[in-house]
């Protein structure tokens, strides 16, 4: 018969043999910020309706449980992208305008501002915004991103507008179709970007894109 010593000693060595098991079911950790760059790296390369949720828990490195957890559903988790991408990435046309006296020097900004952050290495080229709504037969992503590029457009005929009160630009200029050129001048280079143009093509078509605004005092028929 062993001694209580001895059963103690056993009863020990065998409480010691190993780690404590982990409970099953634990979610594992990890870093949400990452985790929401590498959602953000994948959309913008793939675009929405591409990038399938087995996709985004492989480079975010997560499991779809986490995913749900963290971020909610697959939209939600690309409106959360959108938001950190327009204030990281794609602000500049905003702040262009509101620190720019006018609007023709916020537009000159802008677009070499553009043509910097769509060439950047390291990153996919182009636009996230404009990317991700090619091919996109969500209705709603649909609708979200184009209220976004709506809204780019208005504040911008805005500010031209108030350049045509102030007489910083000629007071027959077409401000909506201004500002709608310029629109298109900004998605155009986005595309040529991802097509493999460099940053000095851009730069030197966002100039002949500001040659042609009218000045003042210029008539713009």
Partial sequence: MRSDEGAGRSGAARAGAGPARRPRGRPR??????????????????????????????????GVPSLYAAFGD??????EVVRVYGARYGSFTDRALAEEPTARAAVERALREAAAVYTAPGRPHGCLVLHAAANCSNPEVRQSLRERRRADIAALEHRIRDDVATGALPADTDAGALARYTGAVIQGMSQQARDGASREELESLAEIAVSVWPRAGTPTG
């Fill in 29 to 62: 950790s990890f870093d949400r910020e990452t985790a929401l760059e590498k959602a953000l790296l994948a959309f913008w390369e793939h675009g929405y309706e591409a990038t399938s949720v087995s996709d985004l828990t492989r480079v975010m490195d997560i």
């Fill in 74 to 79: 697959k939209r939600s988790l690309f409106d």
